[in-house]
């Protein structure tokens, strides 16, 4: 196995149903809309500077309308003890605005190019240590998943869990269901993987002055032979959209995520970085900015120390062979 360092990025691409429980289409609609150009964007962008991408992707947004996706509902949901976590509930009142359910032809301009990975981001938005949802609900969600993938010719390889919360005892149902790799939380306290309403503000509070200022470190790390499968692929930092009130701080920001990247190029380490679609829907063209700079970085490491950009698939498939 060759020791260069790496690239991942992975998006959480998921519309609507990334925030059903947190947000109103009246008040976040505009940015979920604005995905339908944001995403064929960042893919350009992507493709310019030979960056890959694996798109973690709610199986949801496969299906083109509501009648198509419900052919695709498992027997058993997720029973969660609070009923607002449950997306289905939403199924007797969607707005008439397919784009902020369903993504077909997104997933369509994904495929068109051979670089990028789609993976899942499970097929409901499925929280994992969430009360009252079962082993046995998860199975099904991800073999529904798994399903509706199909019928774009897509196999699931890869798995990031809706809000980071890895389920430790899940993962035998990933390496069962043909998973080769997921995404893992960074190593500090304040990153753990716990529910919901385990989330203090303190601990929001660690990560957002995190990604201006290094308390973590860079969380980049090396991938050894011996690991096993399904690999657990750690994020090593998230790209935050801008904040129009944080602006005096964007290039700390920034630099933040520029030395993460050196560092790992230097070291032959992976370097993690990941966000949302949605995340661009505001404030484009300084969240764009700040993303071709990241890029242009990329292909000088590329030149300087080969650094390389790999999907999360492409990287199991390195360990594994």
């Known amino acids: 196995m060759e020791s260069n360092g790496s690239l991942l990025i992975s998006l959480d691409f998921e519309l609507f149903w990334g925030v059903h429980d947190k947000e109103e289409i009246t008040h976040y609609g505009d940015a979920i809309e604005e995905v339908w150009d944001v995403l064929p964007e960042m893919i350009s962008i992507f493709d310019q500077h030979d960056v890959k991408c694996t798109f973690a992707t709610v199986g949801f947004l496969f299906a083109n309308q509501e009648k198509e996706l419900k052919s695709y509902f498992p027997e058993k949901k997720p029973n969660y003890s609070q009923k607002s976590f449950s997306p289905y509930r939403h199924f007797n009142n969607l707005n008439p605005n397919p784009r902020y359910y369903f993504a077909s032809e997104l997933l369509d301009l994904i495929q068109q190019s051979d670089k990028h990975e789609i993976a899942t981001h499970t097929f409901s938005h499925y929280y994992c240590l969430e009360d009252g949802q079962k082993m046995e ?10 399903s509706i993938a199909s019928r774009k010719k897509v196999v699931l390889k890869s798995i990031v869990f809706p809000r980071n919360q890895v389920n430790k005892n899940y993962i035998p149902i990933l390496e069962k269901n043909g998973i080769t790799s997921y995404r893992g939380t960074e190593k500090s306290w304040f990153y753990a993987a716990e529910k919901g309403s385990k989330e203090s503000l303190f601990k929001r509070f660690f990560r957002l002055f995190d990604s201006y200022i290094n308390i973590s470190g860079h969380n980049t790390y090396s991938i050894k032979k011996e690991d096993t499968m399904p690999y657990n692929f750690p994020s090593s930092r998230f790209l935050r959209p801008y904040n129009p009130k944080l602006r005096l701080f964007e290039s700390f920001r920034l630099k933040r995520i520029l030395n993460g990247m050196e560092y790992a190029a230097k070291n032959n380490e992976v370097f993690h970085l990941w966000w949302h679609p949605h995340n661009f829907g505001r404030n484009q063209k300084e969240n764009f900015k700040i993303l071709k700079v990241l890029l242009e970085h990329f ?11 790999l999907t999360m698939e492409e990287l199991a498939s390195k360990i594994k062979h």
């Open 137 to 146: 609900e998860f199975e099904e969600d991800i073999k529904a998943a798994i």
């Open 299 to 309: 292909s000088s490491l590329k030149k300087l120390y080969n650094f390389e950009s």
